[in-house]
């Protein structure tokens, strides 16, 4: 097997998480990591199993290091800058979501990877969760028949804390609806198999974080929103997005409905259910559990090939498996740079839409063309 030599780009707690993944997938090697911040270097070295490169500065790595492989998880705002660098190596890389804050950074990099041999992968790892994963294919192969509507609902505890807690500002973040959510709205775009028409939004920060101060900064990033995604087909799309709301017994649930069915995905009680809509009234289920006269079969999915489950329900293992042979086989990335872009400009339209009041086109956020 070929051996993939990483170099880890950002040591913080997603860093971190990098790369008990990466330890998990064999033929790997990290051989490299550069975070300017002390304690986060240490805690990335207190993971690794043995010596490795260490740099403050990331140019240094990219100049001094040995690397097939690069994984960047620095703050959202800096992806730009350290993409510019790490886009002139001829390394595979994984850029951590959301590709940039800005609508210019992102197009800007999507111009300077044109050409460039070795691949660029946005991670969007809430796709390869178990039951979104066979939600997904399920809804690919028809199980629903054509969609018209997809929804999905994530009410949750507020952010955590981050190194020098850069992610408490909108300048920083990009806002929580890129930050957060571009997750979300590149799963509309992948199950609808189209790009967003137009968006509107309402929300704000009615909670969370307002009696903060940081260096007498008050946040500014809103804790709530409801987001309608229209696709050219007339199929929509709705975010429920609440970060007050601890007390969910499954913090995220994403539905798909087509002319012939629906799917729901509950986590983390990794639950899939399924239900046609002639089975409606009936006992006849598909699967192995019924919700009588509802026609609804109930699974609990789980991918036994997950060796570590990590913070995202071992999305972000499949996620580094799935990198890692794309690397071995020449294959393309399955999330692309303009996948990353448009995911962000659905994000950055929902809070253009929230700031004005009214429906935002997608051809007032992106060039012409896309």
Not at 55 to 83: K, M, Q, W
Not at 125 to 133: G, I, S
Not at 354 to 360: L, M
Request: hydrophobic residues 40%.
């Amino acid at each position: 097997m070929q051996k993939i030599r990483y170099g880890l780009i950002g040591c913080g707690s997603m860093g971190c998480e990098h790369i008990e993944n990466i330890k998990a997938i064999d033929g790997t090697e990290i051989t490299a990591i550069a975070d300017p911040n002390t304690a986060s270097r240490a805690a990335a070295q207190a993971l690794l199993p043995g010596p490795v490169k260490v740099f403050e500065d990331y140019r240094d790595l990219l100049a001094g290091a040995a690397f097939d492989a690069l994984v960047i998880s620095t703050p959202n705002h800096t992806h730009i800058t350290v993409l510019r660098d790490a886009l002139q190596s001829d390394a595979h890389i994984l850029i951590e979501k959301p590709l940039c804050t800005r609508i210019e950074d992102c197009l800007e990099l999507v111009q300077r990877a044109q050409g460039r041999r070795a691949m660029v992968w946005v991670a969007q790892e809430y796709r390869y969760m178990p039951p979104v994963a066979e939600m997904l294919r399920m809804a690919r192969e028809g199980a629903v028949g054509r969609i018209h509507q997809v929804a999905i609902r994530e009410h949750r505890e507020p952010f955590y804390p981050k190194v020098d807690d850069w992610n408490r500002f909108s300048a920083n973040t990009g806002g929580t609806l890129v930050e957060k959510c571009c997750h979300y709205f590149n799963l509309m775009d992948l199950v609808l198999g189209e790009r967003p028409l137009s968006v509107f939004a309402s929300g704000g920060q009615r909670v969370n974080h307002l009696n903060e101060s940081y260096g007498g900064r008050t946040p500014d990033i809103l804790d709530s929103a409801y987001v309608v995604v229209e696709y050219p087909s007339g199929a929509r799309a709705m975010l429920d997005l609440c970060m007050f709301a601890e007390n969910s017994v499954d913090n995220e649930q994403i539905v798909i409905v087509g002319d012939e069915g629906k799917l729901e995905s509950l986590l983390p009680s990794l639950t899939l259910r399924y239900g046609r809509r002639e089975d409606w009234g009936t006992r006849k289920v598909w699967g192995q559990s019924a919700s009588s006269g509802k026609g609804v079969s109930v699974r609990r999915i789980w991918d036994t090939s997950i060796k570590y489950m990590g913070n995202h329900f071992g999305a972000s293992y499949v996620e580094h498996f799935k990198f890692a042979h794309a690397i071995r086989q020449g294959l393309p990335p399955e999330v692309t740079l303009e996948d990353g872009l448009r995911a962000v400009a659905t994000g950055i339209a929902a809070h253009r839409s929230i700031d004005t009041h009214g429906v935002v086109a997608m051809s007032d956020v992106l060039p012409a063309g896309w």
